[in-house]
C-alpha cells in the first residue's frame, strides 16, 4: 500500500486546511485510514481515523469540533478538514492505512505510513 499526501501549508491561526491521502496498490484489505500527527520533541499522535466499512469515525479530544474527517465511497481516498487552527496544531500530519487478518496466532496488524506533510499554524 502507497500513501501520498497532499493539502499541507502555512496558515494564520484561525484559518482552515483540508488535507488529502490516495491510498493505492493493494487497497482491498484496508480496513480503516487516518491521520496522525508529530510535532517538534513530542510523540505521533492519534488525530482522527475513519472505518472503511461503516465510515464509523474517532478523534482526538484536541480536535473534536475542529476537525473533520471523510473519505471517499471506496475509503481509499480520505480528507482531514481542519478549521479553527490553533499554533499547537503544527506539526507534521500523516496518513496511515490498517490492515488486520486474523491468523491461527490471532489478530495481525499492518500499518502503512505516508511520507507526511507539514501543517504549520502562525499566531
Known amino acids: 500500500v502507497q500513501l501520498v499526501e497532499s493539502g499541507g501549508g502555512l496558515v494564520q491561526a484561525g484559518g482552515s486546511l483540508r488535507l488529502s491521502c490516495a491510498a493505492s496498490g493493494s487497497t482491498f484489505t484496508i480496513s480503516a485510514m487516518g491521520w496522525y500527527r508529530q510535532a517538534p520533541g513530542k510523540q505521533r499522535e492519534l488525530v482522527a481515523t475513519i472505518t472503511r466499512g461503516d465510515g464509523d469515525t474517532n478523534y482526538a479530544d484536541s480536535v473534536k469540533g475542529r476537525f473533520t474527517i471523510s473519505g471517499d465511497n471506496h475509503k481509499t481516498t480520505i480528507y482531514l478538514q481542519m478549521n479553527s487552527l490553533k499554533p499547537e496544531d503544527t506539526a507534521v500530519y500523516y496518513c496511515?492505512?490498517?490492515?488486520?487478518?486474523?491468523?491461527?496466532?490471532?489478530?495481525?496488524?499492518?500499518?502503512?505510513w505516508g511520507q507526511g506533510t507539514q501543517v504549520t499554524v502562525s499566531s
Open positions: 496511515n492505512a490498517v490492515k488486520d487478518y486474523y491468523t491461527d496466532s490471532g489478530l495481525v496488524r499492518n500499518d502503512y
